[in-house]
């Protein structure tokens, strides 16, 4: 069993619609990461979380340590929006980060 | 914020040659790391580079396989020996930088490379 698992791996989504990608844990942690990753392979950091909730135009990231739980969502999706989006975190035993598969997902107009 | 670069942003390249990869920062970080992103797939920590020493690799990655070399704070390079079809990937360059109390983690564009 991986150690950060993300649901669902595919997502399509019409424009303006409500979309919740989440990630699981079975580690202890000191962040969570939501990155965003497009076709050309470049990697962008959305959030960095340790709890709580963020937000930053129409995405929402929140997590819940107790649960081991995080979610992001992106309100009114656009097709620009269609990427893979990455859950990764960073254990407290280390420095380094732990990623998930990835959800892929596609916005049509 | 980081900004990162990296050399090539692509490649084609033949079975049993190698390519060098260039990673520039445009500040100093203590941390780099590159990592790999095979097709379909998650990324895989391949090492973190270390300013004046050796590279610290993961399990399953070697230095001849993928030496590593350091000289400075901002500048990292990544060379893919030998290659092979299964060397194919993503390669991203990473930085992480202490900001507001917090390790904040940055990524590369990636060298996307090809190996026929």
């Known amino acids: 069993k991986n150690e950060v698992e993300q649901s669902p791996q595919n997502l399509t989504a019409q424009e303006g619609e409500f979309i919740t990608i989440n990630c699981s844990y079975s580690v202890g942690i000191s962040a969570l990461h939501w990155l965003q990753q497009h076709p050309g392979g470049g990697i962008v950091s959305l959030f960095m979380?340790?709890?709580g909730k963020k937000k930053h135009g129409r995405l929402i990231a929140t997590i819940n340590i107790q649960e081991k739980h995080s979610s992001l969502h992106i309100t009114a999706s656009h097709p620009r929006d269609s990427a893979v989006y990455i859950c990764?975190?960073?254990?407290?035993?280390?420095?380094?980060?732990?990623f998930g598969e990835g959800t892929q997902l596609t916005v049509n107009p | 914020s980081a900004v990162i670069s990296q050399k090539p942003s692509r490649d084609i390249c033949q079975r049993g040659t190698s390519l060098t990869i260039q990673c520039q920062v445009d500040s100093q970080v203590t941390m780099m790391f590159w990592y790999r992103q095979q097709p379909g797939q998650s990324l895989t920590l391949i090492a973190t580079?270390?300013?004046?020493?050796?590279?610290?690799?993961e399990s399953g990655f070697v230095i001849d396989k993928f030496p590593i070399s350091r000289p400075n704070l901002t500048f990292s390079t990544l060379t893919v020996s030998n290659m092979s079809p299964e060397d194919s990937s993503i390669y991203l360059c990473s930085v992480s930088r202490r900001e507001v109390g917090t390790d904040t983690q940055y990524f590369g564009p990636g060298t996307r490379l090809t190996v026929l």
């Open positions: 580079a270390n300013q004046g020493s050796e590279a610290t690799y």
């Open positions: 979380l340790s709890s």
């Open positions: 990764a975190v960073r254990k407290t035993s280390g420095s380094r980060l732990t």
